[in-house]
Protein backbone atom coordinates (compact mmCIF):
# COMPACT_ATOMS: atom_id res chain seq x y z
CA UNK A 1 0.00 0.00 0.00
CA UNK A 2 1.23 3.23 -1.13
CA UNK A 3 1.82 5.90 1.98
CA UNK A 4 0.47 8.56 -0.23
CA UNK A 5 -1.79 8.17 -3.24
CA UNK A 6 -3.74 11.12 -5.61
CA UNK A 7 -5.53 9.90 -8.36
CA UNK A 8 -6.86 12.24 -10.91
CA UNK A 9 -6.83 15.21 -8.17
CA UNK A 10 -8.15 18.25 -9.89
CA UNK A 11 -8.24 21.65 -7.56
CA UNK A 12 -9.65 25.08 -9.10
CA UNK A 13 -9.83 28.38 -6.88
CA UNK A 14 -12.42 29.89 -9.28
CA UNK A 15 -10.86 30.43 -13.17
CA UNK A 16 -7.28 29.03 -11.94
CA UNK A 17 -6.65 25.48 -12.01
CA UNK A 18 -3.86 24.69 -9.54
CA UNK A 19 -3.71 21.25 -9.57
CA UNK A 20 -4.44 19.78 -12.77
CA UNK A 21 -5.34 16.24 -12.77
CA UNK A 22 -2.53 14.76 -10.28
CA UNK A 23 -1.77 11.12 -10.46
CA UNK A 24 1.07 10.32 -7.85
CA UNK A 25 2.17 7.42 -5.84
CA UNK A 26 4.55 7.71 -3.34
CA UNK A 27 5.57 3.84 -1.42
CA UNK A 28 6.24 3.83 2.57
CA UNK A 29 9.86 4.78 3.47
CA UNK A 30 10.96 7.07 0.55
CA UNK A 31 11.79 10.75 0.68
CA UNK A 32 9.67 12.61 -2.27
CA UNK A 33 10.37 16.50 -3.33
CA UNK A 34 7.98 18.08 -4.65
CA UNK A 35 9.89 20.58 -7.10
CA UNK A 36 8.28 23.35 -8.65
CA UNK A 37 8.06 26.79 -9.64
CA UNK A 38 6.19 29.69 -7.69
CA UNK A 39 2.08 28.71 -8.31
CA UNK A 40 2.56 25.21 -9.34
CA UNK A 41 0.69 24.09 -7.52
CA UNK A 42 2.60 22.77 -4.64
CA UNK A 43 0.83 24.09 -1.58
CA UNK A 44 -2.31 23.37 -3.09
CA UNK A 45 -0.96 19.66 -3.21
CA UNK A 46 0.41 20.07 0.50
CA UNK A 47 -3.30 21.68 1.73
CA UNK A 48 -4.95 18.76 0.33
CA UNK A 49 -3.04 15.63 1.32
CA UNK A 50 -3.56 17.09 4.94
CA UNK A 51 -7.33 17.60 4.41
CA UNK A 52 -7.38 21.62 4.93
CA UNK A 53 -8.75 21.95 1.12
CA UNK A 54 -11.16 19.40 -0.73
CA UNK A 55 -10.22 18.66 -4.26
CA UNK A 56 -12.56 19.53 -6.54
CA UNK A 57 -12.23 16.38 -7.58
CA UNK A 58 -10.30 12.74 -7.66
CA UNK A 59 -8.88 11.00 -4.47
CA UNK A 60 -6.50 11.16 -2.12
CA UNK A 61 -5.31 8.43 0.64
CA UNK A 62 -2.67 8.25 3.06
CA UNK A 63 -2.05 4.56 3.66
CA UNK A 64 -4.92 3.41 2.70
CA UNK A 65 -7.33 6.14 4.19
CA UNK A 66 -9.01 9.25 3.68
CA UNK A 67 -6.27 12.20 4.91
CA UNK A 68 -8.90 13.16 7.76
CA UNK A 69 -8.68 9.69 9.11
CA UNK A 70 -4.73 9.57 8.50
CA UNK A 71 -4.23 12.82 10.66
CA UNK A 72 -7.17 11.76 13.50
CA UNK A 73 -4.85 8.40 13.97
CA UNK A 74 -1.97 10.39 14.13
CA UNK A 75 0.09 9.08 10.90
CA UNK A 76 1.13 12.61 9.89
CA UNK A 77 3.29 15.11 11.09
CA UNK A 78 3.57 18.63 9.21
CA UNK A 79 5.76 21.31 8.98
CA UNK A 80 3.74 24.16 7.20
CA UNK A 81 4.91 27.67 5.92
CA UNK A 82 3.13 29.77 8.17
CA UNK A 83 2.47 28.78 12.09
CA UNK A 84 3.26 30.78 14.98
CA UNK A 85 4.47 29.61 18.43
CA UNK A 86 2.93 30.97 22.27
CA UNK A 87 5.84 33.11 22.75
CA UNK A 88 5.35 32.80 27.13
CA UNK A 89 5.67 28.94 26.71
CA UNK A 90 8.90 27.19 27.05
CA UNK A 91 10.21 24.89 24.03
CA UNK A 92 9.42 22.00 26.68
CA UNK A 93 6.08 23.23 27.26
CA UNK A 94 5.46 23.81 23.78
CA UNK A 95 6.69 20.32 22.62
CA UNK A 96 5.12 18.72 25.45
CA UNK A 97 1.80 20.04 24.90
CA UNK A 98 1.53 19.02 21.21
CA UNK A 99 2.91 15.76 22.16
CA UNK A 100 0.21 15.00 24.62
CA UNK A 101 -2.58 15.10 21.52
CA UNK A 102 -1.22 12.04 19.99
CA UNK A 103 -2.13 8.95 20.43
CA UNK A 104 1.02 7.07 20.56
CA UNK A 105 3.91 9.85 20.60
CA UNK A 106 7.92 9.80 21.07
CA UNK A 107 9.41 10.68 24.37
CA UNK A 108 10.03 14.33 25.42
CA UNK A 109 13.61 13.82 25.71
CA UNK A 110 14.02 11.99 22.57
CA UNK A 111 12.15 14.92 20.37
CA UNK A 112 14.41 17.58 22.00
CA UNK A 113 17.81 15.66 20.96
CA UNK A 114 16.07 15.01 17.54
CA UNK A 115 15.49 18.42 16.84
CA UNK A 116 18.58 19.92 18.82
CA UNK A 117 16.75 21.75 21.26
CA UNK A 118 18.10 19.94 24.29
CA UNK A 119 20.03 22.93 25.31
CA UNK A 120 16.92 25.26 24.67
CA UNK A 121 14.22 23.42 26.18
CA UNK A 122 13.47 25.75 29.02
CA UNK A 123 13.54 29.13 26.64
CA UNK A 124 10.98 30.73 26.48
CA UNK A 125 9.19 30.30 22.31
CA UNK A 126 9.42 34.04 21.97
CA UNK A 127 13.09 34.12 22.39
CA UNK A 128 13.95 32.47 20.12
CA UNK A 129 16.17 33.33 16.71
CA UNK A 130 14.44 31.98 13.29
CA UNK A 131 16.60 28.72 12.78
CA UNK A 132 15.59 27.93 16.56
CA UNK A 133 11.99 28.27 15.87
CA UNK A 134 11.92 26.17 12.73
CA UNK A 135 13.90 23.30 15.11
CA UNK A 136 10.23 23.56 17.15
CA UNK A 137 8.40 23.49 14.58
CA UNK A 138 9.77 20.38 12.73
CA UNK A 139 9.99 19.17 16.79
CA UNK A 140 6.31 19.58 16.90
CA UNK A 141 5.77 17.84 13.35
CA UNK A 142 7.79 14.78 14.52
CA UNK A 143 6.00 15.02 18.43
CA UNK A 144 3.78 12.30 17.42
CA UNK A 145 6.06 9.61 16.12
CA UNK A 146 4.26 10.23 12.37
CA UNK A 147 4.58 7.58 10.03
CA UNK A 148 4.52 10.16 6.95
CA UNK A 149 6.39 13.75 7.11
CA UNK A 150 5.21 16.57 5.36
CA UNK A 151 7.13 19.44 5.23
CA UNK A 152 6.09 22.65 2.61
CA UNK A 153 9.41 25.09 1.83
CA UNK A 154 10.59 24.22 5.89
CA UNK A 155 14.31 25.87 4.99
CA UNK A 156 12.86 29.50 3.40
CA UNK A 157 14.11 31.27 6.04
CA UNK A 158 17.56 29.21 7.11
CA UNK A 159 20.42 29.91 6.62
CA UNK A 160 22.99 27.49 4.37
CA UNK A 161 24.34 26.60 7.89
CA UNK A 162 21.08 25.86 9.81
CA UNK A 163 19.81 23.75 6.07
CA UNK A 164 22.51 21.50 6.89
CA UNK A 165 21.42 20.66 10.14
CA UNK A 166 17.98 20.24 9.66
CA UNK A 167 18.40 17.95 6.90
CA UNK A 168 20.87 15.93 8.76
CA UNK A 169 17.66 15.71 11.43
CA UNK A 170 15.26 14.77 8.52
CA UNK A 171 17.33 12.29 7.30
CA UNK A 172 17.72 10.51 10.87
CA UNK A 173 14.11 10.48 11.12
CA UNK A 174 13.81 9.22 7.53
CA UNK A 175 16.02 6.73 7.74
CA UNK A 176 13.61 4.98 10.59
CA UNK A 177 11.55 3.59 7.55
CA UNK A 178 9.30 6.81 7.54
CA UNK A 179 8.19 8.55 4.80
CA UNK A 180 8.88 12.50 3.80
CA UNK A 181 7.28 14.37 0.97
CA UNK A 182 8.68 18.01 1.19
CA UNK A 183 8.00 21.25 -1.63
CA UNK A 184 10.50 22.83 -2.42
CA UNK A 185 11.85 25.58 -5.34
CA UNK A 186 15.15 25.33 -4.43
CA UNK A 187 16.64 22.64 -6.98
CA UNK A 188 19.91 21.42 -4.78
CA UNK A 189 17.72 20.80 -2.54
CA UNK A 190 15.93 18.13 -3.82
CA UNK A 191 18.95 16.83 -5.81
CA UNK A 192 20.83 16.30 -2.33
CA UNK A 193 17.91 15.45 0.44
CA UNK A 194 15.78 13.07 -1.78
CA UNK A 195 15.21 9.77 -3.83
CA UNK A 196 12.22 10.77 -6.18
CA UNK A 197 11.84 14.08 -7.94
CA UNK A 198 8.42 15.11 -8.99
CA UNK A 199 8.71 18.19 -10.70
CA UNK A 200 5.24 20.01 -11.21
CA UNK A 201 4.21 22.97 -13.29
CA UNK A 202 0.86 24.37 -13.73
CA UNK A 203 -0.49 21.77 -11.60
CA UNK A 204 0.90 18.83 -13.53
CA UNK A 205 3.28 16.48 -13.01
CA UNK A 206 5.88 17.06 -15.86
CA UNK A 207 9.04 14.80 -14.80
CA UNK A 208 8.70 12.33 -12.38
CA UNK A 209 12.01 10.00 -10.78
CA UNK A 210 15.58 10.34 -9.30
CA UNK A 211 17.81 13.88 -10.04
CA UNK A 212 19.58 11.62 -12.32
CA UNK A 213 17.28 10.41 -14.11
CA UNK A 214 15.55 13.95 -14.77
CA UNK A 215 19.00 15.72 -16.00
CA UNK A 216 19.60 12.28 -18.20
CA UNK A 217 15.34 13.28 -19.36
CA UNK A 218 16.05 16.59 -21.00
CA UNK A 219 20.02 16.16 -22.58
CA UNK A 220 21.44 18.11 -19.61
CA UNK A 221 24.98 17.73 -21.08
CA UNK A 222 26.43 19.42 -23.92
CA UNK A 223 29.10 19.58 -26.17
CA UNK A 224 30.51 22.67 -27.59
CA UNK A 225 33.72 23.91 -29.76
CA UNK A 226 34.66 26.61 -32.18
CA UNK A 227 32.23 26.37 -35.34
CA UNK A 228 33.88 29.67 -37.60
CA UNK A 229 32.37 29.26 -41.33
CA UNK A 230 32.11 26.12 -40.97
CA UNK A 231 29.09 24.12 -42.00
CA UNK A 232 26.75 22.63 -39.22
CA UNK A 233 24.98 20.23 -41.65
CA UNK A 234 24.48 16.74 -40.10
CA UNK A 235 25.61 17.86 -36.39
CA UNK A 236 21.85 17.02 -35.30
CA UNK A 237 22.24 13.61 -36.75
CA UNK A 238 25.20 12.24 -34.81
CA UNK A 239 24.87 9.98 -31.80
CA UNK A 240 23.45 11.20 -28.89
CA UNK A 241 22.77 14.61 -29.89
CA UNK A 242 19.08 16.35 -28.88
CA UNK A 243 19.24 19.77 -29.92
CA UNK A 244 22.06 22.20 -31.89
CA UNK A 245 22.51 25.79 -31.25
CA UNK A 246 24.80 27.73 -32.71
CA UNK A 247 26.20 31.13 -30.07
CA UNK A 248 29.01 33.58 -31.31
CA UNK A 249 30.00 31.14 -33.42
CA UNK A 250 30.26 28.21 -31.14
CA UNK A 251 27.98 25.13 -31.91
CA UNK A 252 26.85 23.61 -28.79
CA UNK A 253 25.76 20.06 -29.12
CA UNK A 254 22.96 19.05 -26.52
CA UNK A 255 23.50 15.68 -25.83
CA UNK A 256 22.26 12.15 -23.69
CA UNK A 257 25.95 10.83 -23.83
CA UNK A 258 28.88 13.61 -24.60
CA UNK A 259 30.89 10.67 -24.92
CA UNK A 260 29.58 9.22 -28.03
CA UNK A 261 28.85 12.82 -29.35
CA UNK A 262 32.92 13.22 -29.28
CA UNK A 263 33.90 10.16 -30.46
CA UNK A 264 31.48 10.37 -33.38
CA UNK A 265 32.26 14.05 -34.11
CA UNK A 266 35.85 13.00 -34.23
CA UNK A 267 35.37 10.10 -36.58
CA UNK A 268 32.37 10.85 -38.41
CA UNK A 269 32.66 14.30 -39.76
CA UNK A 270 35.82 15.94 -41.46
CA UNK A 271 35.27 19.20 -38.88
CA UNK A 272 38.21 21.00 -37.68
CA UNK A 273 37.05 20.43 -34.22
CA UNK A 274 38.67 23.22 -31.48
CA UNK A 275 38.29 24.34 -28.45
CA UNK A 276 36.16 21.56 -27.48
CA UNK A 277 34.19 21.87 -23.91
CA UNK A 278 31.94 19.31 -22.21
CA UNK A 279 30.07 21.14 -19.49
CA UNK A 280 28.37 18.57 -16.61
CA UNK A 281 24.39 18.01 -16.32
CA UNK A 282 22.81 20.42 -14.50
CA UNK A 283 19.86 20.56 -12.82
CA UNK A 284 18.78 24.00 -13.03
CA UNK A 285 18.67 23.76 -16.89
CA UNK A 286 16.74 20.45 -16.58
CA UNK A 287 14.35 22.08 -14.74
CA UNK A 288 13.61 25.27 -16.26
CA UNK A 289 13.49 22.97 -19.34
CA UNK A 290 10.48 20.94 -17.99
CA UNK A 291 8.65 23.77 -16.59
CA UNK A 292 9.04 25.84 -19.26
CA UNK A 293 8.04 23.75 -21.85
CA UNK A 294 4.46 22.26 -20.31
N1 LIG B 1 -6.68 30.88 -2.14
C1 LIG B 1 -6.45 31.01 -3.45
N2 LIG B 1 -7.30 31.68 -4.25
C2 LIG B 1 -7.08 31.79 -5.57
N3 LIG B 1 -6.00 31.29 -6.22
C3 LIG B 1 -5.10 30.64 -5.46
C4 LIG B 1 -5.27 30.47 -4.05
N4 LIG B 1 -4.20 29.76 -3.58
C5 LIG B 1 -3.41 29.51 -4.65
N5 LIG B 1 -3.95 30.03 -5.78
C6 LIG B 1 -3.40 29.92 -7.16
O1 LIG B 1 -3.22 28.55 -7.43
C7 LIG B 1 -1.99 28.33 -8.12
C8 LIG B 1 -1.12 27.34 -7.32
O2 LIG B 1 -0.69 27.97 -6.10
P1 LIG B 1 0.13 27.22 -4.97
O3 LIG B 1 0.23 28.13 -3.80
O4 LIG B 1 -0.42 25.87 -4.77
O5 LIG B 1 1.56 27.11 -5.69
P2 LIG B 1 2.99 26.75 -5.06
O6 LIG B 1 3.62 25.81 -6.02
O7 LIG B 1 2.84 26.29 -3.66
O8 LIG B 1 3.73 28.15 -5.11
P3 LIG B 1 4.85 28.78 -4.12
O9 LIG B 1 6.13 28.11 -4.46
O10 LIG B 1 4.84 30.21 -4.54
O11 LIG B 1 4.38 28.56 -2.70
C9 LIG B 1 -1.38 29.69 -8.34
O12 LIG B 1 -1.77 30.13 -9.63
C10 LIG B 1 -2.02 30.54 -7.27
O13 LIG B 1 -2.09 31.87 -7.68
Known amino acids: MNAISFSQVTRAYGDVLAVDGLDLGIPPGRTVALLGPNGAGKSTSINMLLGLLRPTSGQIKIFGETPERAIARGDVGAMLQEGTLIPELTVAETVGFVRSLYPDPLPLD ?126 DALPGVIAVEITSGRAVLRTSDPDVTVDALYRKTTLDVRGLEIAGADLEDAFLALTQES
Open 110 to 235: EILRMAELTDLAGRRAGRLSGGQTQRVRFALAIAGAPRLLILDEPTAAMDVESRRAFWDNIRAYAAQGRTVLFATHYLEEADENSDRVVVIARGRIVADGTAAEIKAGVGGQTVSFTLGTQSVAGL
